[in-house]
């Protein structure tokens, strides 16, 4: 199986900081990534696919980068409903597998 | 729209089987591929397996021993059957269906909680 490593674990932020969140593959999987957000008692929302590609309705705060083995997310001005934990998938090979989460969380 | 909705016991015992079943409303259950996914309360996501409407089905082989998605197109359903459950099958259980032609999840249930205890 392939690996998912996001880093950090958790990050404090304050409204409007720039927050960067990384995912490192076990093994190259091109672009074939994904981040989801997933809010306390919610299901996790789709929030950029083919490693950069914006899900439609998704504010364009969020851009994300990367192919091969590491990819970012990139929250350009944190507001308060971004608050939450964010995970990433690779849809390269099956297994899927995700990321251990990242938790946003207020400064 | 299409919407996903998971259904099944909130308790089940050790030893015995887990069975869900998710039911597709505002659409047809054809012609996608649709998916099972867990989350252990306080921790992160784990794919479960995915069966296409045909019945075709894959799993994750550290749960292939014990798992079965099926699907009843009749119905507009697929289900989950997970077997010799232990507490560390205790989780809220999504079912959720890809982007077409790719992996990415873009259509989640709102998940069940099923815990596993005596």
């Known amino acids: 199986d392939i690996q998912m490593t996001q880093s950090p674990s958790s990050v404090s932020a304050s409204v409007g900081d720039r927050v960067t969140i990384s995912c490192r593959a076990s093994?190259?999987?091109?672009?074939?990534l994904a981040w989801y957000q997933q809010k306390p008692g919610k299901a996790p929302k789709l929030l950029v696919y083919?490693?950069?590609s914006l899900q439609s309705g998704v504010p364009s705060r969020f851009s994300g980068s990367g192919s091969g083995t590491d990819f970012t997310l990139t929250i350009s001005s944190l507001q308060p409903e971004d608050f939450a934990t964010y995970y990433c998938?690779?849809?390269?090979?099956?297994?899927?597998?995700f990321g251990g989460g990242t938790k946003v969380e207020i400064k | 729209q299409v919407q996903l909705q998971e259904s099944g016991p909130g308790l089940v015992k050790p030893s015995e089987t887990l069975s869900l079943t998710c039911t597709v409303s505002?659409?047809?259950?054809?012609?996608?591929?649709w998916s099972w996914i867990r989350q252990p309360p306080g921790k992160g996501l784990e794919w479960i397996g995915y069966?296409?409407?045909?019945?075709?089905?894959d799993y994750n082989p550290s749960l292939k021993s014990r798992v079965t998605i099926s699907v009843d197109t009749s119905k507009n359903q697929f289900s989950l059957k997970l077997n010799s459950v232990t507490a560390a099958d205790t989780a809220v259980y999504y079912c959720?269906?890809?982007?077409?032609?790719?992996?990415?999840?873009?259509?989640w249930g709102r998940g069940t909680l099923v815990t596993v205890s005596s």
């Open positions: 505002g659409g047809s259950i054809s012609n996608y591929f």
């Open positions: 083919a490693a950069s």
């Open positions: 959720a269906r890809p982007n077409w032609g790719n992996w990415y999840f873009d259509l």
């Open positions: 069966i296409y409407y045909t019945g075709s089905t």
């Open positions: 093994q190259g999987i091109s672009s074939y």
């Open positions: 998938q690779q849809a390269n090979s099956f297994t899927l597998t």
